[in-house]
């Protein structure tokens, strides 16, 4: 890692002494790339944005206009201890995104591979998001929330702090999350209420039809039929093939301390 004083920086940019800045990267005018903030190559910082300290940013990112990255966590707890951000590989974070750095509780927020953050997201302290998820315009994720992979979350929605979103599940637009959303699913409404399995994203997604097929079983036991999460949880276990898939559906809502969105 460099940092060099050529073209890839523009010459209104501010880069702190101590961070590094891939020769690949390209810093906008404008743009601060705060202490110890590691910027990846091929990485793109557009003008006016902030990469704020103690923030890694990965390979070929695009953190656009007024985004700032790596701030300190809104939370009253906080008294300045050390924290970071991480930003994996080929993210996109699109105008005025904020990413909060963590707190003591994890000691970072993390954003994986592949992400796209629209417009005004905002992604608070101690946040873990997996690869490819996608976050529409102005979904506000309060702190210490899981969104797993490839999970969809539609505009203006605000998640409570603390839920988990399971993989593949996807979130209508202006959805209220207050509790855990099982992984493979489909939720909407205010508040969050489910619509059945996300069939159509699975398809999309390659899921074989056997898999597919055991995962509405699954659905079925849990959620249109009267068993209770704890008599549901044993017919599954007894009942349906341990597919990965299922067996993930299973532990994400046994293990569920919120409780689950139903």
């Known amino acids: 890692m ?17 961070a590094q800045v891939h020769e690949t990267a390209r810093v906008g005018a404008y743009a601060i790339v705060g202490p110890h903030v590691t910027v990846g190559e091929e990485t793109r910082i557009y003008p006016h944005a902030v990469v704020e300290r103690d923030t890694t940013v990965g390979e070929r990112c695009r953190i656009h206009y007024g985004a700032v990255i790596g701030g300190d966590p809104q939370d009253l707890k906080y008294e300045g201890e050390s924290t970071t951000c991480i930003i994996g590989n080929d993210t996109v974070i699109r105008e005025y995104v904020t990413v909060n750095r963590g707190t003591r509780a ?6 994986g591979d592949g992400c796209l953050l629209m417009a005004y997201v905002h992604v608070a302290h101690d946040c873990q998001i997996g690869d490819k998820v996608i976050l529409s315009n ?23 702090q603390f839920v988990r979103i399971g993989a593949h599940a996807f979130v209508g637009g202006a959805a209220r999350v207050q509790k ?14 489910l619509y059945g399995l996300n069939s159509v994203g ?3 997604r390659n899921f074989p039809e056997n ?6 079983r699954a659905y079925r036991l849990f959620f249109n039929s009267k068993h209770n999460i704890t008599q549901a949880v044993e017919r599954a ?20 301390e919120r409780g689950v969105t139903v």
């Open 138 to 160: 102005a979904v506000n994720v309060a702190g210490h929330v899981t969104i797993d992979e490839q999970a969809i979350v539609g505009g203006m929605t605000p998640i409570h």
């Open 211 to 216: 898999v597919r097929n055991e995962l509405k």
């Open 106 to 111: 994890l000691g970072r927020t993390q954003i």
């Open 180 to 193: 855990d959303i099982p992984p493979y699913v489909k939720v909407a409404g205010n508040p969050a209420a």
């Open 2 to 18: 460099t940092t060099p004083a050529t073209e890839a920086i523009h010459a209104t940019a501010i880069v702190d002494s101590t």
């Open 202 to 204: 699975l398809e999309r």
């Open 237 to 256: 276990r007894a009942e349906l093939h341990p597919y990965p898939e299922v067996v993930r559906f299973i532990t994400f809502i046994a293990e569920s």
